[in-house]
C-alpha cells in the first residue's frame, strides 16, 4: 500500500505541469475570443443601442414594447431562444391582430429608450421570424429619444456621431433619422435620408449642404443593409454593408439644434417627410469610433441576420 501510494503521488506531481499546460495552451487557441455579445466591451461613448436582437449580455430587460390594435393592449417582449425577440410569443398575443411599437428599449445601460405614445403615430411592427422589424407609413410615424439637451447629447455637440444600423431604404422624399432646421440658411441639420426620391442615400451631420454628402444607393432599395454613418472632426463616411460608399473631406459647421433625436424622421419645423426605412437595429455614440470597431460591429451584425 505504501508503495503504492508513494507512486500516485508521484504520478500526479508529474501529470499536474502537463495537465496546467494544456489548460493554458488550449486557451491560448483563441487570443482574439469574443465576449458573448458585441457590445459587451463598446459601450464607451455610446449614446443609445437598440435592436431586434440582444447586444449586451447582462442586459435583462424586455427589447420591445407593442400596441395590439384590436384593443389597444400593451405589453413588452423580450427575447427567444435565439437572441432575437420573441416573435412566437409576440404572434400568439396579438391573434392576428397587426401591432404597433410603443418603445424601443436601450440596452446601453443609459436608458434612452425610442418611444411613441401617440398611437396614430406609432409604426407598424412585423414579426418576421428571420429579421423582425417596424416601418413607418411614411406619413406621421416615427420613435424619439428623448434627452435634455437633444442631438447635442447624443453627438459631439452637433459635430462627430456615429450611426450603425440594419435599415431597408425606399425611395420616398424621407428623413430616416435625426433632427433638423429649414428656417435657417444653410439647414441647419444632423440627419440622414434613405432614400431620397432621386435614390441617393445622403447624410448631413452638420449643416446642409456641402459636398461629400451622399451616394447613389438604387440597387439597395428594399433591401436589408447595414448602414454606418461616421462623422469625423473633418471627414465624413458612409458605408453599406462593410463598404466605403463615400469617404471624404466633410467640413460643415455643428449642429447646434437641441431637438430630441429621431427614427423614422428628422425632428425640427417639418410636418411631412417622414420615413418608410425599415429598422431592425440602431446603434449611436456620440464620438467618430475608431474604424476596427465600427468594422467590428458591422461583420457582427451582418453574420447574425445573415447578410
Known sequence: MTITNSFMRIFIILLSPLVMHGIVSNYNHFPTYQPSHILDEKRTNISFAFSMRVLVSEYNGPLIRLRRASDNAQQDFSRGDNDIVDVTAINTWRNGSNVYVHTWYDQSGLGRNAVQTNPTRQPRFYPDATIPYFQGDGSNDHLTVDT????????NAGKEGSVLALMRATKKNQHTFGVLDNTASPSNRWSAHLNWGNSRAYFDPGHCCVPNRSFYNITNENKWR?????????????????????????????????????????????????????????????????????QEIEDNAMTFWGL
Open 226 to 294: 447595414y448602414y454606418s454613418f461616421i462623422k469625423k472632426t473633418s471627414t465624413i463616411i458612409m458605408r453599406v454593408n462593410g463598404i466605403d460608399k463615400l469617404n471624404g473631406t466633410h467640413t460643415a459647421s455643428a449642429c447646434t439644434r437641441t431637438e430630441d433625436f429621431a427614427i423614422g424622421w428628422a425632428t425640427g419645423n417639418e410636418t411631412g417627410n417622414h420615413s418608410s426605412t425599415s429598422f431592425t437595429e440602431f446603434i449611436m455614440y456620440k464620438i467618430d469610433i475608431p474604424s476596427s470597431e465600427y
Open 148 to 155: 435634455p439637451n437633444g442631438i447635442q447629447d447624443v453627438t
